[in-house]
């Protein structure tokens, strides 16, 4: 198989690599990694390179909802996406979405039949972008929720509190942690993507943990690693949703258990302090 990556620096992109060691693989960079086990070209080789790839995985995108970012989020997380369906139109196009395309929605049990109604900049971003793929003649959308796993950068609600736990032996969380979210890693993202690629139809997936974990459950699974204690304040006002399985992935293997993933992640910060 020959296999293109587009981004590379994420630890998505790492882990689908993790999952095509025995193919051929590609890899377009904004800025190159240290690795030689794949070849690599930077984005503006996008034109200069032929329809003879198996699968794209499409992981680059923008992450920002300020008004002055629209521009670069309408030139990577769409103009990009239309780019790269025109450059490999014989390829199968595997195009990493976001549960914020339902951003808009809130206190309700999301599955993959939920309307999108995205809010927010980014989210609008994403779902035109997956109008875009549904174009492509071979695709398949994961619209992932909280991705975590080794080598995330400290920028969500996750790794923070996991940084405190550590270091201060100390949880604060918001109101009376009974938000839901959910989680999954990053290595079952990428191998939920390697089995839609595999199919031979076109699919739209959540790319979700069977379970959805309250705030206040998530503190616990990581004061039991951590012997942290866990304060309550304020007012939490961020949204709380809940999703539904989907059939397809959970038939297909088994999701790493939220224990599990945070007792690795955990282990994995400790070396940092």
Request: one cysteine or more.
């Amino acid at each position: 198989m020959k296999i293109l990556i587009v981004g590379s620096n994420s630890i998505l992109s790492k882990a689908i690599l993790n999952q095509h060691l025995d193919d051929e693989v590609d890899v377009l960079y904004n800025s190159k990694t240290s690795e030689n086990y794949f070849r690599q070209f930077p984005m503006d080789d996008l034109i200069q390179l032929n329809d003879e790839y198996d699968y794209v995985y499409i992981v680059s995108a923008i992450l920002s909802n300020h008004l002055d970012d629209i521009d670069m989020l309408f030139h990577v997380n769409v103009k990009l996406v239309k780019n790269i369906s025109y450059q490999f139109p014989s390829a199968k196009l595997i195009y990493f979405s976001t549960v914020s395309v339902f951003d808009g929605l809130s206190d309700i049990i999301i599955s993959e039949n939920t309307t999108p109604t995205p809010e927010s900049f980014y989210g609008i971003s994403k779902l035109w972008a997956e109008k875009v793929i549904m174009k492509h003649s071979k695709f398949s959308i994961l619209r992932i929720s909280s991705m975590y796993g080794i080598g995330m950068k400290n920028l969500t609600f996750l790794p923070k509190i996991i940084d405190d736990a550590i270091s201060k032996k100390q949880i604060r969380i918001f109101g009376d942690g009974l938000r839901y979210q959910n989680y999954i890693k990053v290595d079952d993202v990428a191998v939920l993507a390697k089995k839609t690629a595999e199919l031979n139809e076109n699919t739209v997936q959540l790319a979700i943990d069977k379970i959805n974990y309250s705030n206040r459950q998530l503190a616990e699974i990581i004061k039991n690693e951590t012997d942290c204690e866990i304060l309550y304040e304020g007012f939490d006002s961020s949204r709380s949703v809940e999703y539904s399985q989907n059939t397809f992935p959970y038939s297909a293997y088994n999701i790493t258990s939220l224990e599990k993933g945070i007792k690795e992640l955990i282990e994995w910060k400790r070396k940092q302090f």
